[in-house]
């Protein structure tokens, strides 16, 4: 049984590399082009299995082109594929990125496509009851809710990755154990002018175990309703950062099944994403967990 299972967005992206931002109207041939997986919960599943953690993709994909390449690569990096359902006659979830060399920033155009939403099986509920922890990304917001209840219901701990403020996301919200929220979110959902103060309106709120707000190139904030504290971002050269806010959740994820406390979790997050971001690529460039145990060891942290 997988420790990890997740239930959201399964994307295929087209990565392009570009020397900078196109004018409109114009030409411009690119550096590189590739084809890859992407998807919140789904990468950051991707990331813990790299990380040493055994983890499943519950959801719907398609028969075409798009759906057996992101089934495809799920198997590529061990991802157990068997809660999924493949289903003929409808349009994957797809991407087209632009990765600007000068700034290495991402620019995303996207078809979320036909597919049905997902309604839970037998077996899926299973896998749900039997993990140590479901990831969700606010996609697949209502079988989301339905799987958070059995977990929490079954001691499996839920960890949100709250990145899009989705009609209903109070539902899923309620039901969140470890809540990581994206600054922009965070703020947004509770009207907030600072991260540390959305950080302990969402506490408040919604009483979660703990409250991890990100905040990019600055790191971020951790609060457990007493204190607030604060996770580096480690500098690296980065050449692609597509990705590695699901990436950290992934990571975050291998983190508690490893038994790390909240607070090294961060630190460990941080240090993977950040290791991620120096090749192209949101799951290939993620590193195994000695890698991270050695870069985090040159920056003065120890495990």
């Known amino acids: 049984m997988a420790k990890i299972v997740g239930i959201g967005a399964c994307v295929f992206d087209t990565l392009y590399n570009i020397p900078t931002y196109p004018k409109e109207d114009t030409k411009m041939?690119?550096?590189?082009?590739?084809?890859?997986?992407?998807?919140?919960?789904?990468?950051?599943?991707?990331?813990?299995?790299?990380?040493?953690?055994?983890?499943?993709?519950?959801?719907?994909?398609?028969?075409?082109?798009?759906?057996?390449?992101?089934?495809?690569?799920?198997?590529?990096?061990?991802?157990?594929?068997?809660?999924?359902?493949?289903?003929?006659?409808?349009?994957?979830?797809?991407?087209?990125?632009?990765?600007?060399?000068?700034?290495?920033?991402?620019?995303?155009?996207?078809?979320?496509?036909?597919?049905?939403?997902?309604?839970?099986?037998?077996?899926?509920?299973?896998?749900?009851?039997?993990?140590?922890?479901?990831?969700?990304?606010?996609?697949?917001?209502?079988?989301?809710?339905?799987?958070?209840?059995?977990?929490?219901?079954?001691?499996?701990?839920?960890?949100?990755?709250?990145?899009?403020?989705?009609?209903?996301?109070?539902?899923?919200?309620?039901?969140?154990?470890?809540?990581?929220?994206?600054?922009?979110?965070?703020?947004?959902?509770?009207?907030?002018?600072t991260a540390e103060e959305a950080a302990k309106k969402l506490f408040c709120k919604y009483s979660p175990e703990i409250v991890v707000v990100t905040q990019g190139k600055k790191g971020g904030i951790i609060y457990d309703g007493k204190e607030i504290k604060s996770y580096p971002a480690f500098s690296v050269n980065a050449v692609d950062t597509n990705g590695s806010g699901d990436v950290f959740h992934g990571a975050f994820a291998a983190a508690v099944c490893k038994g790390f406390d909240y607070e090294k979790c961060c630190l460990f997050s941080s240090a993977v994403s950040a290791i991620k971001c120096t090749g192209v690529g949101a799951r290939e460039s993620v590193p195994d967990f000695e890698t991270v145990k050695k870069f985090m060891k040159e920056k003065g942290y120890e495990l």
């Open 29 to 193: 041939r690119a550096t590189a082009s590739k084809s890859a997986g992407g998807g919140p919960a789904a990468t950051g599943l991707v990331a813990a299995q790299k990380l040493g953690e055994q983890t499943a993709y519950i959801g719907v994909l398609s028969s075409d082109s798009g759906g057996v390449f992101l089934k495809g690569d799920f198997e590529k990096y061990g991802v157990d594929t068997s809660l999924i359902e493949v289903k003929d006659g409808y349009r994957s979830f797809a991407s087209v990125l632009w990765l600007t060399a000068d700034n290495a920033a991402r620019t995303c155009v996207f078809d979320k496509g036909n597919l049905p939403p997902l309604v839970l099986n037998d077996m899926q509920k299973d896998a749900i009851k039997n993990a140590n922890i479901l990831m969700v990304d606010g996609n697949e917001m209502d079988a989301a809710v339905e799987a958070a209840k059995l977990a929490r219901e079954n001691g499996t701990k839920v960890l949100y990755d709250c990145g899009g403020l989705y009609e209903g996301v109070e539902r899923l919200l309620a039901l969140t154990d470890i809540m990581i929220p994206s600054e922009e979110f965070s703020m947004g959902h509770t009207g907030a002018s």
